[in-house]
């Protein structure tokens, strides 16, 4: 089995701006999604896809190949992460190299380790499955969201057989994290997604690595948890 993982790191980021490269915890972001694949078994490749030459270098320093520099037409906010994908499997396939997985690792997951990834590529296995997408409890229950009318009214807000039921006697609902996408290249090409429409199953995460960051507020959780780790560890 050959599985070809994908680090995808634009340079631009009007939200936080060059958050890729930022060091959280004494390290950049991009070096910590690096390392969540590092020495992980089955891995074939490791590659970076970046439109920046900073974050090339540095992902370079620590590890990682960066095969080329993708494209301007790849790198908007409005570029999708399949077409990312798409370019770097069509760049080896051009050269002779094909693969059976791809395996996606985000750097907005940093609390993501290897671990994490040798655990989820275990899970593929042992199910036989098509791919492994990792998911974490919701924190807040969706039976008790919905949206809102423009003048705000709550009325039917909640299903009228929900209204006194308590929070820990609703079921448990998981939502995509972002953290960990592993798909059969074959299917990813036909379905032209990595949530394919069968033989997908769950890798489930702890509510604390499954930190996203996309907001000011979101370093500071992942800066926490990391020094509340390291010191109990």
Known sequence: MKILAIVPARGGSKRLPGKNIRSLHGKPLIQRAIESASGVKDISRLIVSTDCLEIADIAAKYGAEVPFIRPKELASDTSSSVDVIKHALQFYEARGECFDYVLVLQ???????AKHTQKAIELLNDKQADAIVSVCECDHS???????????????????ELKNVRSQDLPTYFRLN??????????????????????????????????DIDHELDFLLAETILKYKESYE
């Open 178 to 211: 972002g953290a960990i996408y592993i798909t059969k290249v074959s299917r990813f090409f036909e379905e032209n997604a990595l949530l394919l429409s069968s033989n997908l199953y769950a890798y489930v995460m702890d509510g604390e690595s499954s930190v």
């Open 142 to 160: 969706p039976l008790w969201s919905n949206t809102l009318p423009d003048d705000m009214s709550m009325d039917s807000f909640i299903r009228p």
């Open 107 to 113: 750097p907005t997951s940093p609390i993501r380790n």
